[in-house]
């Protein structure tokens, strides 16, 4: 009888071993399975050299930017400027940028699903609609003109990215061979977007400045005369040429390091710190599956002086384009903004429609009164300083940068903003490496892109 009792005990936890183990795989299979079958190894889906060779990707209209012949080869789009200019968003062949449609969105394109795998009656895996129009992204290609950096416009209501463009490119269809330490392709495999961190500049300005409107009340009843160089906590904190006599608003439009730094030492680095994550600089955005890269403000053992200089966007500070963005959604929305989202879409080869996505919010990025005379002042920086016929049909806010970056370089061109208008919820950001000057260069290339997109 023991014997038995015995036994039975055994089979007991022999059956419980097993339910467990079933449940972890059928956990594992639905969150996972995706992700197993598009193994790059997976040869029912890659071809002989690696290529995925089912699915297409295709751009907001329905422009095809890459698809697979008969002979199961990868093709991409006809012309060779939108095959450079939408290379970080579709993928190059070899798989070598990781958060191209071809390698992110693998699961999607493969046609995989619960119940029957990867089988399809017509063997062509799926239509990968990217929010992107490639029209833009051309457009942005052209107007870097073959400098680095990277251009992003995106809908702050919708989180549609219409633009998402990264430099330097090269040719998916005729990649070329790039050795280590080769200057015109340093980085090319990163999205500059999603992945890059740059010293934010001036546009930092922004968040100073929402920092001193809710903490230091006299701000608006300020002036401030600039001599070229101010000293701030012992360090001579230094502008292009002097700005005279200044006010919180024309400090902003004629981009005064001394205003701003000044009012970064009397707000100190905890609170300055705690602006830059309120305003979503140092989170990490999950857009359509990818994660961004998180910004930095290190401000540990700072002095005043550095606390100033950090203030300006220059110390140690370090942001993500993609935050920044979001950032001027939640400043032109005035408080929230949409998370940027990749795809639009995806459909069977018989049109059916196999997902939907949910719009996502930020949390509170900016207060709704903050938010309100931060706008002001950066419609008024378009007016008095960038020029508003720059952006025709366009009611432009925004804030020009232009960042240090040291070893004898030319400074990094910032251009970040949105449009106001109810019809184009739209926020940019557009950053150019050694660029020189943030209006200038950054700000061109800006309005090329929105004047693409408004104007036609
Ligand atoms: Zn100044």
Not at 78 to 107: C, K, Q, S, Y
Not at 261 to 281: H, I, N, R, T
Not at 287 to 299: E, I, M, P, W
Not at 379 to 399: E, I, L
């Amino acid at each position: 009888m023991r014997k038995i009792e015995k036994r039975a005990a055994v089979c007991l936890l022999l059956v419980l071993a097993l339910l467990l183990g079933s449940g972890f795989f059928a956990f594992r299979f639905v969150a996972y399975g995706g992700k197993w079958v598009s193994f790059a190894a997976n040869r029912h889906l890659y071809n002989s050299t690696g290529q995925l060779a089912v699915g297409r990707v295709l751009d907001r209209d329905g422009d095809v930017l890459s698809c697979v012949n008969a002979d199961g080869q990868r093709l991409y789009y006809e012309n060779p400027d939108v095959r450079r200019a939408t290379l970080h968003a579709v993928g190059d062949p070899a798989g070598n940028i990781g958060t191209g449609a071809l390698v992110a969105f693998a699961d999607q394109l493969s046609g995989y699903n619960l119940l029957t795998g990867t089988y399809s009656p017509l063997g062509a895996g799926n239509d990968l609609y990217l929010t992107i129009d490639a029209r833009l992204n051309y457009t942005a290609h052209r107007a870097m003109n073959g400098r680095k950096g990277t251009v992003a416009v995106y809908n702050y209501n919708t989180g549609e990215v219409l633009c998402m463009y990264s430099a330097p490119t090269f040719d998916p269809a005729d990649p070329p061979g790039i050795q280590d330490g080769d200057e015109r392709y340093d980085g090319v495999y990163v999205n500059r977007f999603l992945s890059a961190l740059y010293p934010p500049g001036s546009v930092f300005k922004l968040v100073t400045l929402a920092a001193a409107l809710e903490n230091l009340p006299e701000l608006e009843s300020r002036t401030f005369t600039c001599t070229g160089a101010t000293q701030v906590g012992g360090e001579t904190i230094t502008c292009t040429a002097p700005h005279g006599e200044l006010n919180a608003e024309s400090a902003l439009a004629c981009s005064c390091n001394g205003f701003f730094a000044q009012l970064a030492s009397e707000l100190g680095p905890d609170v300055l710190a705690s602006y830059a994550k309120k305003a979503g600089l140092t989170s990490s955005y999950n857009v359509s599956g990818l994660s961004t890269a998180r910004g930095s403000f290190d401000f540990t053992g700072a002095t005043v002086g550095q606390v100033g200089w950090a203030g300006v966007g220059q110390y140690n500070d370090l942001v993500n384009p993609c935050a920044m963005l979001v950032y001027m959604g939640a400043i032109a929305r005035g408080r929230d903004a949409a998370v940027p989202q990749l795809v639009l879409k995806t459909q069977s080869a018989l049109d059916l429609p196999l997902s939907f996505y949910l719009k996502k919010k930020t949390g509170t990025l900016i207060r709704a009164d903050t938010a309100k005379q931060v706008t002001a002042m950066m419609s008024n920086n378009v007016q008095a300083t960038y020029g508003a016929d720059r952006f025709p049909n366009m009611d432009v806010c925004a804030k020009s940068g232009t960042a240090e970056v040291g070893g004898g370089k030319a400074p990094n061109a910032w251009f970040a903003g949105f449009l106001r208008n109810a019809s184009t919820p739209y926020a940019f950001v557009v950053l150019v490496e050694n660029g020189g000057s943030g209006s200038d260069v950054a700000g061109s290339v800006a309005a090329r892109v929105l004047n693409t997109l408004v104007n036609g």
